[in-house]
Structures are given as structure tokens and as C-alpha cells.
């Protein structure tokens, strides 16, 4: 019955659209704004077709069920951003026309005036997850600083997720006591929201770890060293430096490590049977002085919360440096 009257209510405004617009919505360059009326935004993909300036509008909330307010930190980014293949999925302009920082459901009156939070199990029928001290009123700038790190980051997952579609609108600006998480006004002052928009702080999370510390390796012209990366069955990959008719094999084609940090190195005829061979870096030039030792090593960076981790790999020495990038796997 709700499926019935949403698409009678969204016909019947479409017609009255038609009349102010002289009968040509197909060709006008108003864009007429529809909500989704919780049926998912992929529902409305057989419905209004040939109209191009049809934006569809979603709201994206992780608080106003149990499951919701009991998810830990990192699943709460995670649902944000596996949101964005559902909205790239309707065929029509999709925005998110209201979100927000809060992964609680404490905001005062936010589920009806008196009626409780389900994170902290006042609402009845729910269960208890957390307290809601400093989460009813007042600003983000009273939670601890891993709360609000945790905030930063869901934030910048819902706007690497939203703009992988057609954008977003943040609900809301300012509220009377204070809603953390909820103001945008109280976020842009505590430094949990983007300013400028595209200064994203989580995005750029880095690791570096050694694979092998203390190569003993020199290449000379004669006898050039090269960074490999090779693809083994079961799309597992092995990282390789061959030097002459040796190598030295850092992961094995079953991913099983050969290899531990800060341990010597050990050489080995490469004999795995591997599909496809990768070469990084042909006629490696690190050579080593006296007392100095190569490092090899990954580092792991992403441009978005929401994007793939991407790897490199490197080798060094004390003054010098050398970095050759490959997607991850």
C-alpha cells in the first residue's frame, strides 16, 4: 500500500510540475527535486523515464534503528561507504539531502520529545549499548579526542561516498542546545568537518613496514639488480629483487611470508611456478658503502576513506631512496 501511494503522490506532483511548465518537463532546466519515500533509491529506476532533470533525493542516517547504534566505529564507515554503490546505481541525479557526524541516537529529542535513545536503551523495546553523557546537547568538542576522530573520519567517508554521486545536502546547520555531531557549525569550529571541502585529513593514512632490513646486495653495470613483483596461481603475489641469476624472494605464491623484518636475508633460486611477472625496476642502482645496508620496504597510502589501499614498494639506504608504485592485491 506505501509502494501504491508513494507512486500515485509522485505522479500526481509531476503533473502539476507539467502544468507550470507549459506540459515540457523533458526539455525544461528546472530540476525537480523527489524524495525516495524510504523505498531505496534504485526503486524509482523504472519510473519517470526520458526525464533528465529528475533529482532524486535520499536520506542517509546510521542511527534510527538497534543495529545501527550498536555498530563499532569502523563499521559505521564502512556501511557509509558501501551506500555509494546504491546510489550509483539509480539513474537518476541522486543526492544525499540529509546526513549527519552522530552514530548515536542521544540528541535530545531526536526520537520524540521524552521518549529515550536507543543507544542507551531509554527508548522502550531497545537495548542498552553505551551511556549517552555527552551526546544529549552541547558540543563534539566535550567527547574524548578518539570520539572525535572517529566522527572525523565517518564524516569523510559519507563525502567520499555521497560525491561518488550527485552530491549532498548536511542536516543541519545549527541546533538550540547543541547536538554533537548534528551542527555544522559546532564541526567546522572543533575541526570535524572538511574546510575547505577537500582538505580530507583521513584520507591520506599511511603505514610503512620492512620486508627485509640489511640487503646485502651491490649491482654494478655489469650486473644490474630488479625489483620484480610476481603473480602467482590464486592471484597471489610474490616481491622479488633478482640480481644476476639469484633472488631473493620476500613472500612466497601461497602468501606465506619468507621474510620477517630485521631478519638476514637468505638467497634462493626462484623456481614457483608463477602466470605473470612484473618488473618494477629494471637496472636497480642502490648500492651499498661501508656499514650501510638496503632496506626494503612497502608503504601503503589511499586517497579517500573509501578508496582502495595503494602500495609501494622501495628500496633505500641511509642517503638514498628510490619508490616504485603497484596497485595492491
Sequence with gaps: MTTDVSRWHAVAHLRKLTRKTGGNLETSNVAITFHDAFEGVTYWNSWGSGMWNLLEDTHHYEVFDQGSVSM????????????SSQMT??????ISGEW??????????????GKGARYDGSLPGSTYVGSCAGYTSGSVSQLP????????????AQLDAFEQAAGWIWWCWKT?????GWDMQDMLANGLFPQPITARQCARIQFEEKLANGLKLTANRSKPMRLLIMECKMKLWKLTIRHDTRSLDFASCDGRPLLTPGRNTHVQITRKPCIAEHSLAKGLSVSTGDGEDIVLYRQASRDGVCSSVTSAVGVKTKNDEKRFDKPDV
Design 72 to 83: 563499532s566505529t569502523a563499521s559505521h564507515i564502512g556501511t557509509a561507504c558501501s551506500f
Design 145 to 156: 579526542s578518539a570520539t572525535q576522530q572517529g566522527i572525523r573520519q565517518f564524516v569523510e
Design 100 to 113: 549527519c557526524g552522530a552514530m548515536t541516537d542521544c540528541a535530545r529529542y531526536l526520537n520524540g520529545y
Design 176 to 180: 538550540e542546545q547543541g547536538a554533537p
Design 89 to 94: 546505481s539509480s539513474n537518476k541525479w541522486t
